[in-house]
């Protein structure tokens, strides 16, 4: 069982930056993929990837945030963190992080704003 818990969302303008973080506790099970998730307040709007990173340093990225999001990692420590830069507000969103060992594990979510 892990529990992740996310932290550095808030409020920012558009063009600005924000990291957030994720730090896992509760088992020393190695993890062997890290990823951030977003959804949007729209009525409707599902969940959805962001980028991911896999134990052996492997990303992948959204179409809508590659060239301006930046996912790393450290499996060992079990945390992982995005780097969010130029940021538009159609990247308003809640962040969810999630790790995966033979189970797949969520945060409970921190909000980004972007907004002038």
């Known amino acids: 069982q892990l529990q992740l818990v996310e932290s550095g969302g808030g409020l920012v303008q558009p063009g600005g930056s924000l990291r957030l973080s994720c730090a896992a506790s509760?088992?020393?099970?190695?993890?062997?993929?890290m990823g951030w998730y977003r959804q949007g307040q729209a009525p409707g709007k599902q969940r959805e990837l962001v980028?991911?990173?896999?134990?052996?340093?492997?990303?992948l990225y959204a179409d809508s945030v590659r060239g301006r999001f930046t996912i790393s990692g450290d499996s060992a420590k079990n945390t992982v963190y995005l780097q969010m830069n130029s940021l538009k507000p159609e990247d308003t969103a809640v962040y969810y992080c999630?790790?995966?060992?033979?189970?797949?594990?969520w945060g409970q979510g921190t909000q980004v704003t972007v907004s002038a």
């Open positions: 999630w790790m995966a060992t033979l189970f797949g594990y």
């Open positions: 509760g088992n020393t099970v190695r993890v062997n993929e």
């Open positions: 980028a991911t990173i896999t134990s052996g340093g492997r990303t």
